[in-house]
């Protein structure tokens, strides 16, 4: 199976990308030139490449987090420069994971997990109820009621997961999110991906240095200097 074209089947394409440039303001910093990529439902997608190739400001403008110098996004065969609320977007469409967790230390994992679902029409026990569900779906039920501080990293990532699927997101980025973890907990998060993906069908596009992390995705983009330099689906 060959990588998907930006010309296939727009029903079958959730984000598309076309010739995206980002010039940082300086005008020095060129972090992407002439990108395409098309990407489909349900995919499960690695961008890797080394430190300052473009790869994580690729994964902003997917997910509506930044805006490119040139080009244009599509989100489901919308534009995103013709959206009115991208904050609306990425709080109903697209589910993130960082790195660093960015969980808040004052709360506890059910609360931490309960933020997207503020602005919903949930009630606050339907909030929490469905905050448990994931916990518990991710083996963390047990450690709800703890602080980030209390939790491991890969227990924290697990947290930041849920918060992720807590409106129930058509795509999942994630950024470097095994980065902060030793081998086993990125092996437990890697395990895990493969089990969102397989299960719930989520289209997940995750950057990383890790060789791991390319083993396990469907398909592989690799992102040098700004541009895509080899773009394959495994066998």
Do not use: C
Request: no cysteine; proline share 4%; hydrophobic share 40%.
């Amino acid at each position: 199976m060959t990588a998907p074209s930006a010309t296939e089947d727009s029903d079958q394409l959730l984000v598309r990308a076309e010739h995206l440039t980002k010039v940082y303001p300086d005008g020095h910093v060129q972090a992407l030139l002439d990108v395409n990529l098309a990407v489909r439902h349900g995919e499960y997608l690695a961008i890797m490449g080394p430190s300052g190739s473009g790869k994580s400001t690729l994964l902003n403008l997917l997910g509506a987090l930044d805006q490119p110098t040139s080009g244009e996004v599509y989100f489901d065969g919308q534009p995103l420069s013709r959206m009115g609320r991208l904050d609306r977007l990425r709080a109903e469409k697209i589910g993130f994971i960082f790195q660093s967790f960015h969980l808040l230390p004052m709360l506890t994992a059910l609360e931490n997990v309960q933020i997207p679902l503020f602005e919903s029409k949930l009630s606050a026990a339907q909030r929490q109820a469905r905050a448990a569900t994931l916990l518990d779906s991710l083996g963390m039920g047990h450690r709800a009621g703890h602080l980030p501080n209390q939790l491991s990293g890969g227990e924290r990532q697990r947290v930041a997961i849920a918060r992720a699927l807590a409106n129930e997101p058509v795509l999942l980025l994630a950024d470097e999110p095994t980065g902060n973890l030793d081998s086993r907990a990125g092996g437990e998060i890697l395990d895990l991906f493969d089990r969102l993906h397989r299960d719930r069908n989520l289209t997940l596009i995750v950057i990383s240095h890790s060789t791991e992390v390319a083993q396990r995705a469907r398909r592989v983009v690799h992102v040098r200097d700004g541009r895509i330099e080899t773009d394959a689906e495994r066998q």
